[in-house]
């Protein structure tokens, strides 16, 4: 029961420096999110996913993009990292039907920006 | 605009006694969700209940138990007889059926610490 998998678990990335955060479901949901936390904050939302092709902005979107070329996979690109992005960031799925909207999170990432 | 609040910041309480989580919410749709998750200090986030705004009945799991109230656009959580096991971080959130991608938003959270 593999669920929502997000790798890596942890990353300390320098001030200018790319990554990308891998999200992979393995639940066959239409819809994917990443959202961030910062510390003692709930979560707010980067970017989310109806569907492979499609994606969206959020709340928080500046710095970020993402891509969704399968079912499957939602990763999530920072291309100039900055001391703001400094968080923790989880990635979610859920199904489309709406009597089942759960949303099942990754572990998330700790990210340091340094 | 949808918006949760948790007003509670931090809550200590001594093991088995009984604890309420307070959450309002905000939202012009008349149909929307409610759900609690829990974050325990691993850091992950666990499902605890889904209500929907059309079923306004309370509900009981074991020692958790929720009250749904739309006339004070409350839903709360209660932990009855709790446990140190109940530290965590609870989070209330808020999905409106009308909102393109029905993404979560969540209220700041409430830190519950139970001491043995």
């Known amino acids: 029961n593999a669920g929502v998998t997000q790798t890596p678990k942890f990353r300390i990335l320098k001030i200018g420096q790319s990554m990308t955060l891998q999200c992979t479901q393995d639940?066959?949901?239409?819809?994917m999110y990443w959202y961030r936390q910062d510390p003692g904050m709930g979560l707010k939302l980067i970017y989310y996913?109806?569907?492979?092709?499609?994606?969206d902005k959020g709340e928080v979107p500046n710095g970020y993009n993402v891509s969704r070329s399968t079912t499957e996979d939602f990763p999530l690109r920072l291309e100039l990292a900055a001391p703001s992005q400094t968080s923790v960031y989880f990635c979610a799925s859920r199904t489309g039907r709406e009597t089942k909207n759960i949303q099942y999170f990754g572990a998330g990432t700790r990210l340091s920006v340094l | 605009a949808q918006k949760v609040t948790q007003a509670q910041t931090e809550i200590s309480v001594v093991e088995k006694e009984d604890v309420t989580l307070d959450c309002v919410y905000e939202t012009r749709d008349t149909t929307y969700y409610l759900f609690w998750y829990k974050q325990p200090p691993s850091g992950e986030l666990v499902f605890l209940i889904r209500?929907?705004?059309?079923?306004?009945q309370n509900e009981i799991s074991g020692r958790y138990s929720w009250n749904f109230q739309k006339s004070t656009s409350s839903f709360n959580f209660t932990i009855t007889a709790s446990q140190v096991v109940d530290s965590a971080v609870y989070f209330c959130?808020?999905?409106?059926?009308?909102?393109?991608?029905?993404?979560?938003?969540f209220g700041p959270g409430t830190r519950l610490s139970v001491l043995p």
């Open positions: 996913s109806v569907g492979a092709g499609i994606t």
């Open positions: 959130a808020l999905s409106e059926a009308g909102n393109y991608g029905q993404n979560f938003v």
């Open positions: 639940m066959n949901h239409n819809y």
């Open positions: 209500r929907n705004s059309f079923d306004e």
